[in-house]
């Protein structure tokens, strides 16, 4: 049995949930999701590289993701995912309420509107179901990974949760969000998907710096942390 103020080193240690932190970072991960979700209605070609318009800020998800699950634990990462999940469906709701509200005499978009919120809504499926598989994988892993190290080889954590988590978010989103931006071949769809997953998983070990530094500053700066056991 540990006192007041010390670290139990026998077991892994996470923070409360109830400080000023998470919070922000909750705010944080669902806006990145939110935006990630309406960047990708468009389909994206470099040459040879196929994509869509989410890959500009959504593998910073995983990184607020590894944060959380780092510091919080499990249980609090899975509500990080669950608020993202429903403020990702009342986004879906209000674009639809809002395309079947009467569109005034100059507004010219009305089709456009429809075509995008339409895609969303596709993207919005593949999304959810990607981002609770992926997210909870990731979360699961770095947490599994911790149980057995602590505090040592965070990188192990970081770069096993990325793997993981990102390979089981890729195929999911891609096998539904395909055809709604307009995929159509298998050629293109492994394509899209290994690229996908490639990219987003380099982007977050290049990134990795930046979460070692991140974690490290919430770690240090979070009261709870050191007195979690």
């Not at 669902?30 to 979700?37: D, P």
């Not at 079947?100 to 010219?108: E, I, S, V, W």
């Amino acid at each position: 049995m540990t006192s007041p103020g010390t670290v139990d080193h026998e077991h892994a240690v996470f923070a409360r949930v109830g400080s000023a932190y998470y919070p922000v970072l909750v705010a944080v991960f669902t806006a990145l999701v939110i935006v990630s979700n309406v960047t990708a209605t468009k389909g994206v070609e470099f040459g040879p590289i196929i994509t869509d318009g989410g890959f500009i800020v959504f593998p910073l998800t995983y990184v607020i993701g590894d944060v959380l699950s780092e510091v919080y634990g499990f249980k609090a990462a899975r509500r990080a995912i669950y608020t993202g999940f429903a403020m990702n469906a009342l986004a879906a709701a209000a674009f639809w309420a809002t395309v079947y509200l009467p569109a005034a005499d100059f507004y010219p978009n009305q089709e456009h509107f429809e075509n995008v919120v339409g895609a969303y809504t596709a993207l919005i499926i593949a999304g959810l179901a990607g981002f609770i598989v992926g997210q909870t994988l990731n979360a699961w892993v770095v947490v599994l990974i911790k149980e057995r190290t602590k505090e040592k080889h965070l990188w192990a954590r970081l770069i096993g949760s990325t793997f993981v988590g990102q390979l089981g978010d890729t195929v999911v989103f891609c096998a539904i969000a395909a055809s709604a931006i307009g995929i159509s071949t298998f050629g293109d769809f492994a394509t899209y998907t290994a690229q996908g997953w490639v990219y987003k998983t380099a982007i977050e070990v290049v990134m990795l710096p930046i979460t070692y530094r991140v974690i490290a500053v919430i770690k240090r700066r979070e009261p709870t942390y050191q007195l979690a056991g």
